[in-house]
């Protein structure tokens, strides 16, 4: 969508972070934004920062929760009368080594990470759909959904699964003038490293993880890296060219090649052995 002055657009994990970022990006172009978060305190907070009286409302949103956002749906429509933009940016992140998780922390992270953008999607496609005028998708998914690596599993598993749904919505939604893009950032300052600590076998391991080194490089890493505004910026500009990944770091163009390589190669390897 190239122009979204007087557009209206619905933001999740809109407290803070990316979300946050983002709500202030499409404030800048003249949008009305629904902020809205499961953190009642710190959603009221962001309102008061933004400003931008009359162009903003608040709701609170549990997006693991297939009624919270169809209410917050509702709350949308009943506030601004439509939405054309829809930021199904809520996310969480969970360490821990195969057979050493949780189900119940599995089931948490996946309702949130993945059936958290399905809710938005399956709630707010119709919505867009209804008016004729157009609109965008943005699920927030991560690098971590194109290469994975050691300890944490079950995050790489709902990113990639949040890369693949953006990715099968790009091409069913274009017939109807509906883009998607899918955000997929390496480092990005913001509290992504203390989610965690909301799961519900927390208390099992988050000391342990707390302890550790692999907690204290992944806590600087977010720390010192680009600025939500910054990334927000460039997820505007992704948005208005109807980009479906969103990329941000020149060092991570290595990863994708790397995990292209192994995959050509696995592909070659089997084709020879079936002699083809």
Same mark, same amino acid.
């Given at each position: 969508m190239t122009e979204v002055s007087n557009k209206v657009a619905f933001v999740t994990g809109a407290a803070s972070g990316i979300g946050l970022a983002l709500v202030k990006s499409l404030l800048s172009r003249g949008c009305k934004v629904m902020m809205a978060d499961i953190n009642r305190a710190a959603l009221e907070q962001a309102q008061r920062d933004v400003g931008h009286e009359g162009q903003t409302a608040t709701v609170i949103c549990d997006v693991a929760d297939a009624d919270s956002v169809k209410a917050a749906a509702q709350a949308t429509l009943d506030t601004f009368g439509k939405v054309h933009l829809v930021f199904n940016n809520a996310g969480v992140s969970l360490a821990g080594r195969p057979g050493q998780i949780s189900l119940k922390d599995w089931r948490w992270i996946t309702d949130i990470n993945v059936l958290g953008i399905v809710y938005g999607c399956e709630t707010f496609i119709p919505l867009i759909m209804s008016h004729g005028e157009g609109g965008h998708i943005t699920n927030t998914a991560s690098m971590a959904g194109h290469v994975a690596s050691i300890g944490?599993?079950?995050?790489?598993?709902?990113?990639?699964?949040?890369?693949?749904?953006?990715?099968?919505?790009?091409?069913?939604?274009?017939?109807?003038?509906?883009?998607?893009?899918?955000?997929?950032?390496?480092?990005?300052?913001?509290?992504?490293?203390?989610?965690?600590?909301? =799961?519900?076998? +927390? *208390?099992?391991?988050?000391?342990? #993880?707390?302890?550790?080194? /692999?907690?204290?490089?992944?806590? @600087?890493?977010?720390?010192?890296?680009?600025?939500?505004?910054?990334?927000?910026?460039?997820?505007? =500009?992704?948005? +208005? *060219?109807?980009?479906?990944?969103? #990329?941000?770091?020149?060092? /991570?163009?290595?990863?994708?090649? @790397?995990?292209?390589?192994?995959?050509?190669?696995?592909?070659?390897?089997?084709?020879?052995?079936?002699?083809?």
């Open positions: 944490m599993g079950p995050y790489f598993a709902t990113k990639f699964a949040a890369v693949g749904y953006s990715e099968a919505l790009f091409q069913e939604l274009a017939p109807a003038g509906i883009g998607v893009s899918c955000l997929c950032p390496t480092w990005v300052k913001s509290n992504i490293h203390n989610t965690s600590d909301q =799961s519900p076998d +927390a *208390a099992k391991t988050r000391d342990q #993880f707390k302890a550790s080194k /692999a907690y204290e490089a992944v806590k @600087a890493l977010v720390e010192n890296g680009m600025d939500a505004e910054r990334y927000a910026e460039l997820a505007m =500009s992704a948005i +208005a *060219a109807n980009r479906l990944h969103v #990329f941000n770091d020149p060092d /991570a163009r290595d990863l994708l090649v @790397a995990r292209q390589t192994q995959l050509l190669a696995d592909y070659d390897a089997n084709l020879k052995d079936l002699g083809l």
